[in-house]
């Protein structure tokens, strides 16, 4: 009974190196193509100023009644990974339904626009 024991122990610890083994030699990462990012990214950028995107979205904000700054940030990865980020004022904390309903305008403008989704990062400015 011990021998089978001790069999069986070994063979365990011997499919654990093996699995580690094996992880190691996989890669963990997949790098994307820089260049590719980058033209994507300018290809966006001249899209975004052709349609007057930003002005589109900091209207469409102030039309549903909220105070965006003038600025909005971009953050272009991929097409599946693109950010953008409206930063707020005159409020004292930016909850769900404000970020949901802020998302709705961006998803809209986007898809009349012809470009892919973005992630939406609302923001609070601070007051001085």
């Keep these: 009974m011990k021998r089978i024991l001790h069999i069986f122990f070994l063979f365990m610890c011997l499919l654990v190196v093996i699995s580690l083994w094996m992880t190691q030699k996989q890669p963990s990462i997949i790098a994307t193509n820089p260049e590719s990012a980058t033209s994507y990214a300018e290809e966006l950028?001249?899209?975004?100023?052709?349609?007057?995107?930003?002005?589109?979205?900091?209207?469409?904000?102030?039309?549903?009644?909220?105070?965006?700054?003038?600025?909005?940030?971009?953050?272009?990865?991929?097409?599946?990974?693109?950010?953008?980020?409206?930063?707020?004022?005159?409020?004292?904390?930016?909850?769900v339904s404000t970020e949901s309903e802020i998302q709705s305008i961006i998803d809209e403008l986007s898809k009349k626009n012809n470009i892919h989704l973005f992630m939406v990062n609302v923001q609070l400015l601070e007051r001085d």
């Design 45 to 95: 950028g001249e899209k975004l100023q052709a349609t007057n995107f930003t002005k589109q979205v900091i209207q469409a904000i102030r039309a549903a009644g909220y105070s965006p700054d003038s600025t909005v940030g971009y953050l272009i990865d991929s097409p599946a990974h693109q950010v953008i980020t409206i930063q707020l004022h005159d409020g004292e904390e930016i909850d």
